[in-house]
């Protein structure tokens, strides 16, 4: 986290996230025209930024990117503020995939101590993805061009409700998964259609970096679709590495009274 903070730290570069996160895959030449300095300097700025997970680059075609990483930040939350301010209301609202104009994806990563298997058993096994996507199990065969559905079990407010449903469009065990994404827990959410989530799981020594994008949506959608993947993979990255269940209120919202 000392990388996190020092990188917060700079006026600049909280200026840099602000932008992202005002408008996210933006190139450093946009960047740039905001600010007040060189393009070097802004280069030096963004450097910091990404060494520091806060922010991720992505080619597309000759442009590079740049997408702002909530996670860190996630992190931070959970550990430190709160225990101390009390519930955290998450980010709702609506999303739907856009016919016209452009469209929007966010880019999540994380740093988990795990092995790629354990990872992958912990995205596609219902009973381990129960406990870090506020109570809902994931339930499939995992075969590319099959269905999957995500419900609610007993641990949750609304039992056996289906809450998400797709198609696994790319399975490649236990390294990419590329699915359909269409929203059922409101009548808001299901008339907004169908989006794209991507998980990419890469080695890094004894850990595994996960990246999630979820894309294909309308530019300028709500946050309900997305805004809760910061908490959901710290979620993750606590289940793994220490067998624990985060507590914050956020993660508990949707659990049953004797679950909470």
Not at 89 to 110: H, N, Q, R, W
Not at 212 to 225: F, K, M, P, W, Y
Not at 230 to 243: C, F
């Given at each position: 986290?000392?990388?996190?903070?020092?990188?917060?730290?700079?006026?600049?570069?909280?200026?840099?996230?602000?932008?992202?996160?005002?408008?996210?895959?933006?190139?450093?030449?946009a960047l740039g025209r905001r600010l007040t300095m060189t393009r070097f300097g802004v280069m030096?700025?963004?450097?910091?930024?990404?060494?520091?997970?806060?922010?991720?680059?992505?080619?597309?075609?000759?442009?590079?990117?740049?997408?702002?990483?909530?996670?860190?930040?996630?992190?931070?939350?959970?550990?430190?503020?709160?225990?101390?301010?009390?519930?955290?209301?998450?980010?709702?609202?609506?999303?739907?995939?856009?016919?016209?104009?452009?469209?929007?994806?966010k880019v999540f990563e994380i740093y988990i101590k795990t092995t790629p298997e354990r990872l992958w058993q912990a995205i596609t096994d219902p009973e381990m993805r129960r406990k870090y996507t506020?109570?809902?199990?994931?339930?499939?065969?995992?075969n590319p061009g099959s269905s999957y559905v995500g419900r609610g079990t007993d641990t949750t407010i609304a039992p056996n409700m289906p809450?998400?449903?797709?198609?696994?469009?790319?399975?490649?065990?236990?390294?990419?998964?590329v699915q359909s994404f269409r929203a059922l827990w409101s009548d808001e959410v299901k008339r907004e259609g169908t989006s794209r989530v991507t998980w990419e799981?890469?080695?890094?020594?004894?850990?595994?970096?996960?990246?999630?994008?979820h894309d294909q949506l309308r530019e300028g959608a709500n946050s309900e679709l997305y805004g809760g993947w910061p908490m959901v993979l710290s979620g993750l990255k606590t289940l793994l590495e220490t067998g624990e269940l985060l507590t914050t209120p956020g993660s508990l919202r949707y659990l049953g009274a004797q679950h909470a």
């Amino acid at each position: 986290m000392d990388e996190v903070f020092r990188a917060l730290a700079d006026p600049t570069r909280r200026g840099l996230l602000d932008e992202l996160f005002r408008q996210d895959g933006q190139t450093l030449s946009a960047l740039g025209r905001r600010l007040t300095m060189t393009r070097f300097g802004v280069m030096k700025h963004l450097r910091v930024l990404e060494d520091a997970g806060l922010v991720i680059t992505r080619r597309r075609g000759r442009e590079k990117l740049h997408f702002l990483n909530p996670v860190p930040i996630r992190l931070i939350h959970d550990r430190w503020i709160d225990k101390y301010t009390g519930p955290w209301a998450a980010m709702l609202g609506g999303l739907k995939k856009g016919l016209e104009g452009e469209l929007m994806e966010k880019v999540f990563e994380i740093y988990i101590k795990t092995t790629p298997e354990r990872l992958w058993q912990a995205i596609t096994d219902p009973e381990m993805r129960r406990k870090y996507t506020f109570g809902v199990g994931v339930y499939s065969d995992w075969n590319p061009g099959s269905s999957y559905v995500g419900r609610g079990t007993d641990t949750t407010i609304a039992p056996n409700m289906p809450i998400v449903e797709g198609e696994n469009l790319e399975v490649e065990p236990p390294r990419r998964l590329v699915q359909s994404f269409r929203a059922l827990w409101s009548d808001e959410v299901k008339r907004e259609g169908t989006s794209r989530v991507t998980w990419e799981i890469e080695p890094i020594g004894d850990s595994c970096r996960l990246t999630v994008t979820h894309d294909q949506l309308r530019e300028g959608a709500n946050s309900e679709l997305y805004g809760g993947w910061p908490m959901v993979l710290s979620g993750l990255k606590t289940l793994l590495e220490t067998g624990e269940l985060l507590t914050t209120p956020g993660s508990l919202r949707y659990l049953g009274a004797q679950h909470a």
